[in-house]
């Protein structure tokens, strides 16, 4: 039977390692979304523009990062990118940067989905009532594409946070690292890492039923 | 005022137009008729630009289609299009819908193209649905509007496609109500619709459209008088809309 001993758990746990971490679990979360959406979406709207010049580098760039892992990308960015600009990097850094351009492949496909996902007449409306290309886009397909596309882009949110436990592998101070350290320091390693599940389930858990409040809200009524 | 000379359009190696040619006057009702097919909706289409064609020409109040020099979107601004699905954006209210174009394509300020919104919603008989979304409107409701929307941009011409055909039967006449007000008006129309009823009423001209050519292109009278003297294509089509 496992004994367990959580009489470390206390303010002071959370206040000296937790919180560092869990500070930046979010504000890499925050950073690569809207990021994320950001260039994803440009990536969309040139693989959807016609044009061979824009639809080449795109759907390259979107299947290259949809095809290797993400700790891989992780890994490589951080040896890479200080061979680049000659002088070394951050962990940190790396990783918002990683995160970011891992992002925008994956919502470039959400971005584009969404946008097919509005119907054709609604652009030819758009433009018999005299609307540019950047108009109707702007005003009438892109509002309604993201408002259709809101429980992927959550669900990406989602699985986005807990991505971001694998910059464990630059060393970079997430939350599973704030734990990590914790147990070390209090030899407890199994209640911590416990907890560590349990903590990012309820943030997880929480997120998916924002989620469902902000559809019900937004959805359209056709 | 419109003038298309020898339209021919091709999807990949499929033809869906071969040589149409059509001419519309100011204050002009024409309407297009045919099977399904036929290839009307397209050739409306070609008309304000939302359909490029590969041979011949169209000409929409001394600007050519085909010239690189035309600035489309501003002449597709001055031609009002009612769709059969209606397309009012649903994300937007009523009065959004009504004014959205006329701010950012027109340049109008939002008081006066309020105004001028809600003066022709007034006149299709809405003006109770102004703060509406169109997911709240009927079928008949939304096409109304849709039909004030186009209206609101003070367009030369308005082109209707099928503006009926996708409406419950009981909302056809509220719809038809508003473009017979329209035609006697003097506005210049032209209507893809397999409404013969309102074709004998309203219409001037009268095209029949078969697999992508135009086989008659007469007047009204002629059309529905001496429909002896028409094609027996024409003949045939006729007999078996109007039995009902």
């Known amino acids: ?222 | 005022m419109i003038e298309l000379k020898n339209v021919s359009k091709w999807y990949g190696s499929f033809q869906v137009l071969t040589d149409c040619s059509v001419s519309i006057t100011k204050g002009e009702v024409m309407v297009i008729c045919g099977p399904s097919g036929s290839g009307k909706s397209t050739l409306i289409k070609t008309i304000n630009a939302l359909e490029p064609f590969q041979a011949g020409e169209i000409v929409v109040d001394g600007i050519n289609l085909h010239d690189p020099k035309t600035d489309l979107p501003k002449l597709r601004a001055r031609i009002g299009m009612v769709f059969q699905q209606f397309e009012l954006f649903p994300h937007l209210s009523v009065t959004e819908n009504l004014t959205l174009a006329q701010m950012k394509v027109l340049g109008r300020p939002i008081d006066e193209a309020k105004a001028h919104g809600l003066k022709y919603l007034d006149r299709v008989g809405l003006i109770a649905q102004k703060d509406k979304f169109p997911g709240q409107l009927s079928g008949g409701q939304q096409q109304r509007v849709a039909i004030a929307r186009a209206l609101s941009m003070d367009p030369i011409v308005m082109l209707f496609d099928e503006p009926t055909s996708a409406l419950d039967p009981e909302m056809v006449g509220e719809v038809l109500d508003v473009m017979v007000g329209l035609a006697n008006d003097g506005t210049t129309m032209c209507c893809v619709t397999h409404e013969m009823g309102f074709a004998r009423k309203v219409s001037d001209q009268v095209i029949f459209m078969d697999q992508g050519q135009i086989i008659e292109n007469c007047s009204k009278e002629e059309f529905f008088g001496e429909s002896s003297k028409r094609s027996h294509r024409v003949q045939d089509f006729l007999s078996k809309i109007l039995a009902h």
């Open chain 1, 1 to 222: 039977m496992l004994s367990l001993d959580l009489s470390f758990y206390n303010w002071g746990l959370v206040t000296n390692y937790l919180l560092k971490g869990f500070l930046f679990s979010v504000q890499l979360t925050i950073i690569a979304t809207v990021g994320g959406i950001a260039f994803g979406t440009v990536l969309a709207l040139m693989k959807l523009s016609g044009k061979a010049l824009l639809e080449y580098p795109a759907t390259f760039y979107v299947n290259t990062m949809r095809s290797i892992p993400l700790v891989m990308v992780i890994l490589w960015f951080f040896l890479i990118i200080p061979m680049l600009i000659g002088r070394p990097i951050g962990a940190d850094l790396s990783a918002t940067i990683t995160f970011i351009a891992f992002q925008a492949a994956f919502f470039a496909e959400i971005v584009r989905a969404g946008i097919q996902s509005v119907p054709l007449g609604q652009t030819f409306a758009a433009e018999a009532l005299g609307m540019t290309y950047g108009q109707n886009m702007r005003l009438i397909v892109l509002p309604q594409a993201f408002r259709n596309m809101i429980p992927v882009f959550m669900t990406q949110v989602i699985i986005l946070f807990q991505d971001t436990s694998l910059v464990y592998a630059i060393g970079a101070y997430d939350l599973l690292k704030g734990f990590e350290i914790a147990g070390k320091n209090y030899g407890r390693p199994i209640e911590t890492y416990a907890l560590a599940a349990i903590t990012y389930f309820v943030i997880c858990f929480s997120l998916s039923r924002v989620a469902r409040k902000i559809q019900a809200k937004v959805a359209i009524i056709r």
